[in-house]
């Protein structure tokens, strides 16, 4: 199977021109991938039930989100972590690395995408504006032009287009292709949804239509996919990490789609959600775990003591690293009574004593729940 072909430009340099998408004889998929497929598609059904027993899935998705943007960020060389990202979000005055930033504005483009495509549909016009919240005001080495797709020829590895490892399709072709792939993205026809999803990563990343921030969008747009085609209630799977753990193999894989060789990367590409929903599955099985455990220790408190830790307890699986000062926000008590309560959640073991983050501010770790997230 050929998605395109390889035409020298007047530059001298090749680029990688798409064919017709979907191709007209539609895709030759194995009986391998087709069986990881009914795999895939009966662990998302799980995971999408479990998760719904959980006492608040949003706490959930905020941790899995972080998890995605770090890895998904660090994929394009960022250093920073989920934990970093995490202190940001906390505001605890600490060095933070400049690259935070990074995974910072990744977590604001997904919050982003999860409240407009309730009520937009899965167009390109949302893939800009996802791209815009991704890179509008971000730390970046060069002019990425939020939100517009490029006017000019890039490439990916070398140092132009003559010595590049994969040069996608110049301007003209590019938007003939993506308007390809917004129809094939609504088309009803006989590819399965999860299949679709796979194709529409690989394509778009094919497709290069940004000047920069096309890796991290493209993977977004897999969750943003599923969700759409009604595989998730809610956007519970996010293969970031998937992806950072096998880096090489993934674009190794994305370079055998570009030669059309689309079951290697869909093997590839299922493998991830197989992998990635049945971690997600576990994880739900340990927060319910530990929350349990610690509403039984809170439970052992006097009768305030307990009605204020039941306040904070909570807020820490959407925030699970602190100082004092969030505390106080969440409580309303002055800085002594927000200390106690910490202190309480430490002699619990609850909360484990972090680092100073400042001359007077300590901060503090919802280990046991972070490490689910962290391994």
């Not at 479990?50 to 995605?68: A, C, H």
């Not at 930033?101 to 919050?111: C, E």
């Not at 991704?134 to 890039?154: K, V, W």
């Not at 830790?309 to 800085?335: C, D, H, M, S």
């Amino acid at each position: 199977m050929t998605l395109g072909t390889l035409r020298k430009q007047p530059e001298g340099y090749s680029a990688f021109i798409p064919d017709t998408f979907p191709p007209s004889g539609g895709f030759e998929l194995s009986q391998e991938v087709l069986q990881k497929n009914d795999k895939a598609v009966r662990l998302l059904g799980k995971l999408d039930g479990i998760t719904q027993l959980l006492p608040d899935v949003d706490f959930f998705l905020f941790m899995y989100i972080r998890k995605d943007a770090a890895s998904s960020s660090q994929i394009e060389g960022t250093n920073a972590t989920m934990i970093d990202a995490i202190e940001a979000e906390a505001k605890i005055e600490t060095d933070m690395p400049s690259d935070v930033d990074d995974i910072l504005h990744y977590i604001k483009a997904l919050n982003y995408g999860m409240k407009r495509m309730q009520e937009f549909p899965f167009v390109l016009r949302f893939v800009r504006e996802l791209h815009k919240e991704l890179m509008q005001g971000a730390r970046t080495t060069h002019h990425a032009y939020p939100g517009e797709f490029r006017r000019s020829q890039n490439w990916i590895g070398g140092t132009k287009p003559e010595n590049a490892s994969f040069v996608p399709p110049p301007v003209d072709d590019m938007h003939r292709a993506l308007g390809d792939l917004e129809k094939f993205v609504h088309t009803k026809d006989s590819v399965l949804p999860l299949i679709k999803a796979g194709l529409l990563h690989a394509q778009f990343e094919t497709i290069h239509p940004f000047t920069d921030g096309n890796g991290r969008t493209g993977r977004m747009l897999i969750t943003f996919f599923l969700w759409k085609a009604e595989l998730l209630e809610r956007p519970v799977l996010f293969l970031s990490s998937y992806f950072k753990r096998h880096q090489k193999i993934y674009y190794e894989r994305l370079n055998d789609y570009h030669r059309g060789e689309v079951n290697r990367w869909m093997d590839f590409f299922l493998d991830g959600v197989i992998d990635i929903a049945q971690e997600a599955i576990d994880i739900v099985a340990k927060i319910t775990a530990i929350r349990d455990c610690d509403v039984m220790k809170i439970q052992k408190l006097s009768t305030r003591a307990s009605e204020s830790a039941a306040i904070v307890l909570p807020k820490l699986f959407e925030l699970p690293i602190v100082t004092t000062r969030n505390v106080q926000e969440w409580t309303g008590f002055t800085y002594p009574g927000a200390q106690n309560i910490i202190d309480r959640f430490v002699d619990m073991k609850i909360l484990v004593p972090r680092k100073q983050a400042t001359k007077y501010a300590q901060s503090y770790i919802y280990k046991d729940y972070v490490d689910i997230f962290s391994k």
